[in-house]
């Protein structure tokens, strides 16, 4: 079985200075990881996707986040937080069961981005 | 172009109302989903259709009815529902990749069950 664990269930940082937003998973396979972000009454967006190919993987809106396999982290990282960064933060695993043509996501419990002028 | 859609944004029905939820996609996935999220959670999962037929009910009551038309749509048919049932709906689609699976989600319909 799968799970995913967000380490942070807040974040708040000023305007301008690093995010640090913090996920470790368990998968007893190569899994696909993904962070997705919500804003408030708004639907879950695709920020990046971990898919085995490069264990660094740029995203949208200036978000990175490495795979580290040996710690089972996928951390989440910008250099410098915006105002409109702030909205909950859900890292996710991916299940794909062989032949079968969709798949099953395992949620974080979320991190709330907190952004400060 | 990722765009899934869904109507009406918000919702609000009485327990003995029927009304339906929709949900449309036009990237050629062949997966759709729908999920409930309670407010401070993360979504959790309803359904699965795959090639337009049920692959998945994760043992959701009977008041909610899904149904897929077509490869493009998916509605979510209410009926007799709760007042816990008041959530955010929200709908994504996939397409399988090798075994990586990238969902897009709909920005949801806002459920308040008088």
């Known amino acids: 079985a799968q799970s995913v664990t967000q380490l942070d269930s807040h974040v708040s940082v000023s305007e301008g200075t690093p995010v640090l937003l913090r996920c470790n998973y368990s998968?007893?396979?190569?899994?696909?990881l993904f962070w997705y972000v919500q804003h408030p009454n708004k639907g879950l967006q695709l920020l990046l996707k971990?898919?085995?190919?490069?264990?660094l993987v740029k995203g949208i809106n200036g978000f990175e986040a490495e795979f580290k396999k040996s710690e089972t982290s996928f951390h989440l990282t910008k250099p410098s937080a915006h105002m409109s960064d702030a909205a909950e933060y859900f890292c996710?695993?991916?299940?794909?069961?062989?032949?079968?043509?969709?798949?099953?996501?395992?949620f974080g419990q979320g991190t709330i981005l907190t952004v400060h002028p | 172009d990722t765009e899934v859609t869904q109507t009406p944004k918000h919702l609000v029905m009485g327990m003995t109302n029927k009304k339906s939820l929709k949900c449309e996609q036009h990237?050629?996935?062949?997966?759709m989903y729908w999920y409930k999220q309670k407010a401070k959670k993360p979504p959790e999962l309803m359904f699965v259709?795959?090639?337009?037929?049920?692959?998945i009910n994760e043992s959701v009551p009977s008041r909610f009815s899904p149904e897929c038309p077509n490869s493009s749509l998916l509605n979510l048919h209410l009926h007799a529902l709760q007042p816990e049932d008041s959530a955010l709906y929200l709908c994504?689609?996939?397409?399988?990749?090798?075994?990586?699976?990238?969902?897009?989600f709909g920005p949801g319909t806002r459920l308040t069950v008088l």
């Open positions: 994504a689609s996939s397409q399988v990749t090798g075994l990586t699976d990238t969902q897009y």
């Open positions: 998968s007893s396979y190569s899994p696909s």
């Open positions: 971990y898919t085995s190919a490069a264990t």
């Open positions: 996710v695993v991916s299940d794909v069961a062989g032949g079968t043509s969709y798949g099953k996501l395992t």
């Open positions: 990237m050629g996935h062949r997966a």
């Open positions: 259709y795959s090639y337009e037929k049920l692959s």
